[in-house]
């Protein structure tokens, strides 16, 4: 098991940036697929990026694509989310999550290990 604990959410105006971050402790940090989802109020939790164990890989959703950038310190068992020219649609919970599947994957089922979630608010 492995034990998940994300910070760094807020409130941003639209246009600005924002990083969050997920702790990890418990397993190996290395061993795990990391990924990002969120989840808006009445929404279901969807896909935001994955890097794989290594960091080699990475995929974005397509809201993602251009603004956001996924990154991990595995020395220092930490993924991190940096988030630039912010929308209100990206306001959400934003949770981190691990798998223990090779490669990665935009699947939510996929990910056995979450974290509380930290609240990113983009105002207009």
């Known amino acids: 098991q492995v034990q998940l604990v994300e910070s760094g959410g807020g409130l941003v105006q639209t246009g600005g940036s924002l990083r969050v971050s997920c702790a990890a402790s418990?397993?190996?940090?290395?061993?795990?697929?990391m990924g990002w989802f969120r989840q808006a109020p009445g929404k279901e939790r969807e896909f935001v990026a994955v890097?794989?164990?290594?960091?080699?890989?990475?995929q974005y959703a397509d809201s993602a694509k251009g603004r956001f950038t996924i990154s991990r310190d595995n020395a220092k068992n930490t993924v991190y989310l940096q988030m630039n020219n912010l929308k209100p649609e990206d306001t959400a919970v934003y949770y981190c999550?691990?798998?223990?599947?090779?490669?990665?994957?935009?699947?939510?089922?996929?990910?056995?290990?979450w974290g509380q979630g930290t609240q990113v608010t983009v105002s207009s």
């Open positions: 999550g691990a798998s223990r599947l090779l490669g990665i994957t935009t699947m939510r089922n996929e990910y056995a290990y």
């Open positions: 418990g397993r190996p940090f290395s061993t795990y697929a």
């Open positions: 890097i794989s164990r290594t960091g080699r890989s990475t």
